[in-house]
C-alpha cells in the first residue's frame, strides 16, 4: 500500500495563498489505477470533499471551493499538490492528501496520509 | 450535490454491545458507498468500500449493508479499539459528500 505525507505551512495569512504538497512512497502516481485528492477537516467538524487529480493532469473540484483551488501533479517527483487562494478563518483545518483507488469498479479513498493543519492568522 | 445524513449523531454503549450506524443518502447511490473510521489526530481508515465488502486487515466484526438509499454499519461485538467517530461518503458522482459522523462513545 502506498504511503502519503502533506508538507506545506501550518500558517498562513488571511487573503494570502495557501499552498500544500503530497509525496507519495511505495507507488507510482503514474498509476493508471489512482487518482490523487485533498480532503479537508476543520477543528471538530465533517469531512469535505476538495479535489482530485490524475496523473495526466485531469482534475476534478468541489464546486463549492472551485474558484479558489488548484491541484497538480509533479510525476518526476511523486508528488502533487493544492493551491487554495484567498485564505479565510473559514479555511482552517486539518487538510489530507489520499489516493483514490480506481481500478475497474472500485472509487475510494483507500490511503491517507495523516494530515497537517493549517491555521489562518496574521 | 447528493446530501449524506447519519444516525444516530452519537452513541454510548460498552464493550460487546452490538452497534448499527445508519447513513441514507438524498438520491439514489446504488453500492456506491463507503465507510470509515476515524480515531482523534488521526486520518480516516476505510472499513467497508461498495456498501458491503471488507477491506484487507478489517476485522470481521464490521459490516456493511443497503443498497439505494440506506446503508447501515454494524459492528457485532464492541471491543475496545472500536470507540472513533464513523463517517460515511458516497462514491457516486462528484462532488464526492460525507456524512456529519457519529460518534461511539463508552457507556
Known amino acids: 500500500q502506498v504511503q502519503l505525507q502533506e508538507s506545506g505551512p501550518g500558517l498562513v495569512k488571511p487573503s494570502e495563498t495557501l499552498s500544500l504538497t503530497c509525496t507519495v512512497s511505495g507507488g507510482s502516481i503514474s498509476s493508471t489505477s489512482s487518482y490523487w485528492g485533498w480532503i479537508r477537516q476543520p477543528p471538530g467538524k465533517g469531512l469535505e470533499w476538495i479535489g482530485d487529480v490524475y496523473y495526466s493532469g485531469n482534475t476534478y473540484y468541489n464546486p463549492s471551493l472551485q474558484s479558489r483551488v488548484t491541484i497538480s501533479v509533479d510525476t518526476s517527483k511523486n508528488q502533487f499538490s493544492l493551491r487554495f487562494t484567498s485564505v479565510t478563518a473559514a479555511d482552517v483545518a486539518v487538510y489530507f492528501c489520499a489516493r483514490r483507488d480506481n481500478r475497474g469498479r472500485n472509487n475510494w479513498f483507500d490511503s491517507w496520509g495523516q494530515g497537517i493543519l493549517v491555521t489562518v492568522s496574521s | 450535490d447528493i446530501q449524506m445524513t447519519q444516525s444516530p449523531s452519537y452513541v454510548s454503549a460498552s464493550v460487546g454491545d452490538r452497534v448499527t450506524i445508519t447513513c441514507r443518502a438524498s438520491?439514489?447511490?446504488?453500492?456506491?458507498l463507503v465507510w470509515f473510521q476515524q480515531k482523534p489526530g488521526r486520518a480516516p481508515k476505510l472499513l467497508i468500500y461498495?456498501?458491503?465488502s471488507l477491506q484487507s486487515g478489517v476485522p470481521s466484526r464490521f459490516s456493511g449493508s443497503g443498497s439505494g438509499t440506506d446503508f447501515t454499519l454494524t459492528i457485532s461485538s464492541l471491543q475496545p479499539e472500536d470507540f472513533a467517530t464513523y463517517y460515511c461518503q458516497q462514491a457516486k458522482n462528484f462532488p464526492y459528500t460525507f456524512g456529519q459522523g457519529t460518534k461511539l462513545q463508552i457507556k
Open positions: 461498495a456498501a458491503s
Open positions: 438520491q439514489d447511490i446504488s453500492s456506491w
